[in-house]
């Protein structure tokens, strides 16, 4: 959690981790559905394990999952806007970017700069296609993989395996 003091490269290792752990989560057609970062634990060697795992889905060919679940700043808009949708693995792409976001700030603000007084006022805002401004603290590498991440299109979030290869080749 300090952030001043979290050694980049420490971070780096973290982030790959998370996204190498969900690439092989989704191979294994499994959707986390509450992916955020206070699920990532972090054990002797600060190697990320993912844990919460008890709202985790095996996505089949006849699942069906509609139910609006997580936690709402990391939450896809896809899952909590009005109509029909399917519960993907971009739910979880979409969570990755706040993920990267609150590594490197925990504060959450808007170009318009008005305190944010609900998670439903939150939603709102990210229905709307408005996303958190960019602090200072975020290297332009890791600001590219988090937009790419968040977009409002779950079609057109990366998988873990592109992510995990962008992470390869610009970090």
Not at 14 to 19: K, L
Not at 48 to 62: A, D, E, Q
Not at 100 to 117: A, G, S, T, V
């Amino acid at each position: 959690t300090n952030y001043d003091t979290m050694n980049p490269t420490i971070r780096s290792k973290i982030i790959y981790g998370v996204a190498s752990t969900m690439k092989k989560f989704h191979e294994k057609r499994q959707i986390h559905r509450d992916l955020k970062l206070e699920a990532v634990y972090l054990d002797d060697r600060l190697e990320p394990k993912i844990g919460s795992l008890f709202l985790s889905k095996y996505v089949s060919n006849n699942c069906e999952m509609t139910m609006a679940i997580g936690t709402p700043y990391s939450m896809a808009p896809e899952v909590f806007m009005e109509g029909d949708f399917e519960y993907s693995f971009p739910v979880d792409v979409y969570s990755f970017a706040f993920i990267l976001y609150k590594m490197f700030e925990d504060k959450i603000e808007f170009d318009d700069k008005r305190p944010i007084r609900s998670p439903q006022h939150y939603m709102m805002k990210i229905s709307r296609r408005m996303r958190p401004v960019r602090p200072k603290s975020i290297p332009d590498v890791y600001w590219d993989l988090i937009q790419k991440c968040w977009k409002q299109d779950p079609n057109e979030r990366p998988t873990f395996s592109e992510i995990v290869e962008m992470l390869k080749n610009d970090c």
